[in-house]
Structures are given as C-alpha cells and as structure tokens.
C-alpha cells in the first residue's frame, strides 16, 4: 500500500485542494474552493486515502464537513510534481462560478464586512463568497469582539449569528442599533436559530435582513448586495 501511495500521481483537481494548504498554519486544507463552492468529498477522501492530506477535527455544527491538513507526503507529491499554481487551478476553473452581474461586484467593491460568527468553517464559507466581490473582510469570533471591531473600523455591513460567546448577536444588534454614530450600517443576520420569535426580535432590534443557516450563496450575495444600497428593500429568506 505504502509504494502505491508513492507512486501515484495527484489529479489537477487534486493539486488544486492540496496547494492551498501550502501557506495556511498547520497545512490546514480549505472546505471551500475560492469561487465559494463546496470541496468535492470524493477529492478530499481521495487524497486521505492516498496519504496526501489527513483529518485534523471536525466541525461540531457540520459534523459531515470534516476539516483535513496537509501531510509531509502532501508537500513531497507537490514538490514532485512541480507544475506552475495557475496549473493547479484547472480544476477550480473547471466549475462554473456563480454568474454574478458587473454593477453587484462594484457596488460591493471597497466596502467593509464585519463578520461576527464564532464557527470557524462559516468564517472560511464567507470569505470564500465575498473574496470575488473585492469588499475588505473583518470578522470577530464573539459579541465583545464585534463591538470594539466596529468602533474601529465602521463596517457598512455586518453579518453577525444570533448564538455568540460573551454577548448574543441580538445584543450586538441592539448597542449598535443604541450608537448614532452607526446609522449607516446595515445589519444581516445569519443563523441555525430560526424560529419566528427570534426573527421578530433582530427585525425589532434593527436587522435590515434574517437568513437561515446553512446559506444559499446566492440569495447571501443578493442580500448583501441590497443592504449596501440605500434602495435595498429589507428581507427575509429561508
């Protein structure tokens, strides 16, 4: 088994997954491809299989998005190989990604994001989503967090969950909804707490929209993309 794995060659596709984890710490490998698409489970379970990449933990919310790093193998198979990254991209170029218009990329374009979640893979999922869209990214993994992160760096959007370490999303809503200085920020909710009364609470709160977890990238973009208009019509989805 062990000549096997020496002797095999990774696929483009492959090589794709595997390189991204060349510069993370650890050698984490990412659960998403950079247009914000889900990581086929057959490339990753190929390459566990092969000795290339390796459990590392699980997520306990998604406990089917197993999050994997990349083995010494791993770097040896990609030293071997030695094409170009533009290569090793081919497999991402291969999808499709999202059709999204040329006026939603410039009217997300310079804005600031924060992002307020304390799930590591949703963080990753949202930065993979909005990488294309050329907003500046910022996130806080708890309430307190996200408070001191907007005073400094006054996001026009904040995506904030309801369930937070310190202080709940809910809370979060409510001080920054209480600071006048705030006024322009748009706020979305995004959660697994879905429940009508919650709803009614972060739109009471101040919350332009509410979106259910696990997201559709889609309706995401279009709803980030409305809350940065000043036309934007609030929403609910999911």
Same mark, same amino acid.
């Given at each position: 088994?062990? %000549? ?6 990774? !696929? ?32 990753? %379970? ?24 990349? !083995? ?31 006026? !939603? ?38 309430? =307190?967090?996200? =408070? ?26 409510? %001080? ?46 279009? !709803? ?15």
């Amino acid at each position: 088994m062990t %000549q096997l794995k020496s002797a095999a060659k990774p !696929t483009p596709v492959q090589c794709s997954w595997l390189a991204r984890g060349l510069d993370q710490a650890g050698g984490k490998l990412p659960l998403f491809d950079r247009v914000g698409q889900r990581i086929d489970p057959r490339t990753i %379970q190929s390459c566990i299989e092969q000795g290339w990449a390796e459990p590392w933990f699980s997520n306990p919310l998604k406990p089917d998005w197993l999050v994997c790093r990349l !083995t010494a193998a791993g770097r040896a198979v990609l030293e071997r190989r030695g094409p170009p990254p533009s290569e090793w991209r081919v497999g991402e170029e291969e999808r499709p990604a999202p059709v999204r218009a040329e006026s !939603t990329l410039m009217e997300m374009a310079g804005k600031t994001i924060l992002i307020v979640d304390a799930d590591a893979a949703s963080v990753e999922l949202y930065r993979a989503v909005l990488a294309p869209t050329g907003a500046s990214v910022i996130q806080a993994g708890n309430g =307190l967090q996200a =408070l001191r992160l907007a005073c400094e760096r006054k996001p026009d959007l904040i995506v904030t969950d309801i369930r937070l370490p310190l202080l709940s999303g809910l809370e979060v809503i409510r %001080q920054i909804r209480n600071q006048p200085a705030f006024g322009h920020v748009a706020i979305i909710v995004v959660t697994a707490v879905t429940s009508p009364e919650y709803r009614r609470l972060c739109e009471e709160a101040g919350s332009e929209a509410f979106l259910a977890k696990p997201i559709s990238v889609v309706a995401f973009l279009e !709803t980030v993309r409305e809350c940065l208009n000043p036309s934007g019509l609030k929403q609910s989805h999911g």
